[in-house]
């Protein structure tokens, strides 16, 4: 059958002068097909709409009758021909068949756009160069990125001028506003200038649910950001994720340029975060904001100046240390040293982390907690009053963040089998040593002794990881008689 592009074809060769035998071998017909096609319409516009049957429609009998009312008390269109089908079967056992799915398809969709419910029009925009930029976050746990061999569940910040399409991505680990102000002001100076909007979701990071009309409104953090650089703030509708299509589509496309750099890279282990971080970037300044040059160097024509100074990427709070050696950030728990109770700390906040300060001296460098855990409590803070009062581990309110890591809850489970009650002292002794000779030391002895199967406690860790120096036999040596070196010097002088 001969094609639309291949007459195309066929008449721009006659056109420039070649033979009517050398334009069918160039368009892929034979000379007799170029004789009828080099004039006239083309193959589409003479061939006929197909509109007719070729087989016998199965659904005339029940269409009519009880198809099209239930499509009519269908509103919202939810009814799928799957269900409709099934419904039928059960209504006419014996009458209808799984491979007549489709024709009942063809004929709902046909219904539908004659008969249906109006549907929902979308309406393109047009974006004016410097005057908007959308952000949000997306999961990109799917990425199966580790860091040193660790799964690494993040999430990444996109920030795309509505214009140029231009992105900057900056890797996060949860919807803070801590998050969002390092990922708006880095995207901002990077780009060297500020846009007139930015335009998001109502994240809680920037909004508030107001308690009276039950309506949403930016966060004082948040206008305190908008304010600084200059910025007006839209928002979508809840549930309309369309409306901020802009980001939306760059999450989906910086998620599949990812993929596949990380599939030629060939292996998804990074040594670091900020390794991480750095190739992403590279990957996405590379492979899609390098080909926006010249959209990039008109949006910047029309950027406002940046202010003189970057906000702080953190969130200053002042917090007291509770007599369980703990300060609440934010209603998150965490550990401090024991020498700090009843003293007020103050605390820098930031998206991945948290910085204990007192009296202007860093004290801690925390992980900031995340996901479902309420709590991070490091042994090491807790310890040498929990070794004094090991009975106290028994019904411990964060017992659970006292198991560093896998193997020593597997130490725990095997000592409670082998000593009942007296397991819980027992752990906190073995705690205790692994803080004062080496978690990594400790936990490589549990390992050889789980893996024995043989009975264990703390005495038997602690002469494994730290033995007993053998003692050393004393030893008296007498002072040396001088004569018999005068001896020998008589003897050798005769």
């Not at 006419?92 to 249906?116: C, D, I, M, S």
């Not at 390092?182 to 846009?195: N, T």
């Not at 004094?388 to 890591?405: D, I, M, N, V």
Request: hydrophobic share 40%; glycine share 6%.
């Amino acid at each position: 059958m001969v094609r639309d592009v291949q007459v195309r074809l066929l008449r721009r060769k006659l056109m420039e002068g070649k033979t009517q035998e050398g334009a069918a071998a160039a368009a892929g017909i034979s000379a007799r097909s170029a004789r009828r096609w080099q004039k006239g319409s083309y193959p589409s516009q003479r061939r006929k709409p197909h509109t007719w049957r070729t087989r016998e429609d199965p659904f005339v009998q029940v269409f009519d009758a009880e198809v099209v009312p239930l499509l009519e008390a269908d509103s919202r269109g939810v009814l799928e021909a799957t269900t409709i089908l099934a419904e039928l079967e059960r209504r006419h056992p014996g009458e209808f068949l799984r491979g007549q799915l489709r024709t009942l398809q063809r004929r709902l969709r046909q219904w539908r756009a004659l008969n249906g419910p109006e549907k929902e029009v979308f309406f393109p925009q047009d974006h004016p160069p410097g005057r908007e930029g959308a952000y949000d976050f997306t999961n990109c746990d799917e990425l199966g990125v580790t860091i040193c061999g660790t799964p690494f569940n993040h999430l990444l910040f996109e920030l795309a001028l509505s214009f140029s399409g231009w992105r900057w991505p900056t890797v996060t680990l949860s919807e803070s506003f801590e998050a969002l102000l390092l990922g708006v002001q880095e995207a901002l100076w990077r780009l060297g200038g500020v846009v007139e909007v930015l335009r998001s979701d109502n994240l809680s990071a920037a909004t508030h649910e107001l308690a009276l009309t039950g309506g949403r409104a930016l966060t004082k953090r948040y206008s305190t950001l908008l304010e600084h650089y200059g910025l007006k703030s839209t928002r979508i509708f809840p549930r309309k994720p369309h409306e901020n299509g802009v980001v939306e589509q760059a999450h989906r496309r910086t998620k599949s340029i990812l993929a596949q750099m990380l599939v030629l890279r060939g292996s998804r282990d990074f040594s670091s975060v900020d390794d991480y971080q750095s190739w992403v970037r590279e990957i996405i300044d590379r492979e899609h904001n390098a080909m926006l040059a010249n959209e990039l160097a008109e949006e910047r024509r029309h950027l406002r100046p940046l202010p003189s100074i970057a906000l702080p990427a953190y969130t200053a709070l002042t917090v007291k240390v509770r007599r369980w050696s703990t300060i609440r950030v934010l209603n998150q728990t965490y550990s401090v040293p024991a020498r700090l109770i009843g003293e007020r700390v103050r605390v820098l906040l930031h998206h991945n982390h948290l910085e204990v300060y007192f009296a202007g001296n860093l004290v801690e460098r925390l992980v900031r907690v995340r996901g479902w855990r309420t709590a991070r409590i490091d042994y090491h803070h807790v310890i040498w009053s929990l070794v004094k009062k090991p009975g106290a581990f028994t019904r411990y309110r964060w017992r659970e963040e006292l198991f560093p890591s896998l193997i020593f809850r597997r130490a725990y489970d095997t000592l409670r089998s082998f000593h009942a009650d007296r397991a819980d002292a027992e752990y906190v002794r073995i705690l205790y040593l692994a803080a004062v000779s080496g978690e990594a030391v400790v936990e490589r002895i549990l390992t050889e002794l789980l893996n024995s199967t043989a009975r264990f406690d703390a005495d038997l860790v602690r002469q494994t990881a730290r033995p007993e120096r053998p003692s050393v036999p004393a030893v008296e040596i007498g002072a040396p008689d001088l004569h018999i070196y005068d001896a020998l010097l008589e003897e050798a002088a005769t």
